[in-house]
T-cell receptor
Framework: DSGVTQTPKHLITATGQRVTLRCSPRSGDLSVYWYQQSLDQGLQFLIQYYNGEERAKGNILERFSAQQFPDLHSELNLSSLELGDSALYFC??????????????FGPGTRLTVL | GNSVTQMEGPVTLSEEAFLTINCTYTATGYPSLFWYVQYPGEGLQLLLKATKADDKGSNKGFEATYRKETTSFHLEKGSVQVSDSAVYFCALSPGSYIPTFGRGTSLIVHP
């Protein structure tokens, strides 16, 4: 158990809909990272927040947005969903702000299925 | 840009066999290199890392050596167990930037 929790575990929805994925980092960790894992694209970094502020941005679509709240939990919002958005979405956390050198602890993921 | 290439899986082995999973990379400068493992139904876990040329990372019987001359970071284990069955990801990070991950290699170990 990494100490990172994600809800829900599974999500099934229809094209055009909007969903929110939630992540609680390990106690004491200030950074939260979001990744998308799909069969055709592999593991893609989406976005990082550090202590409430956006820190780094990767291949995140404009239809997707995220935020980190004062209690450090984070939410990833996906809107106007398309079939291709079906994937596993992982959240990770780390103590510091350096995504490249800090050890990241991954949650178990949310599996999103868009029908 | 930065990229990581891993051998395609699945890699299927019998228990106690020797394991090698190849990983090569393209990057500017001197990135840190990582291996992550993903067990079924779980998130990724850091397995080992190396931060400079000729460094050897090791953990749980797994080893990988940072070879700058061949831009490689191959994962090895002398004797695999059924419990090692998982997906293994090679990754690199130039400085403090977010890691770039390979596509992952599935390992299946039979009793």
């Amino acid at each position: 158990d990494s100490g990172v929790t994600q809800t829900p575990k599974h999500l099934i929805t229809a094209t055009g809909q909007r969903v929110t994925l939630r992540c609680s980092p390990r106690s004491g960790d200030l950074s939260v990272y979001w990744y998308q894992q799909s069969l055709d694209q592999g593991l893609q970094f989406l976005i990082q927040y550090y202590n409430g502020e956006e820190r780094a941005k990767g291949n995140i679509l404009e239809r997707f947005s995220a935020q980190q709240f004062p209690d450090l939990h984070s939410e990833l919002n996906l809107s106007s969903l398309e079939l291709g958005d079906s994937a596993l979405y992982f959240c990770a956390s780390s103590v510091g702000s350096s995504g490249g050198t800090d050890t990241q602890y991954f949650g178990p993921g949310t599996r999103l299925t868009v029908l | 840009g930065n990229s990581v290439t891993q051998m395609e899986g699945p890699v299927t082995l019998s228990e106690e066999a020797f394991l090698t999973i190849n990983c090569t990379y393209t990057a500017t400068g001197y990135p840190s290199l990582f291996w992550y493992v993903q067990y079924p139904g779980e998130g990724l876990q850091l397995l080992l890392k190396a931060t400079k040329a000729d460094d050897k990372g090791s953990n749980k019987g797994f080893e990988a050596t940072y070879r700058k001359e061949t831009t490689s970071f191959h994962l090895e284990k002398g004797s695999v167990q059924v419990s090692d069955s998982a997906v293994y990801f090679c990754a690199l990070s130039p400085g403090s930037y977010i890691p770039t991950f390979g596509r992952g290699t599935s390992l299946i170990v039979h009793p």
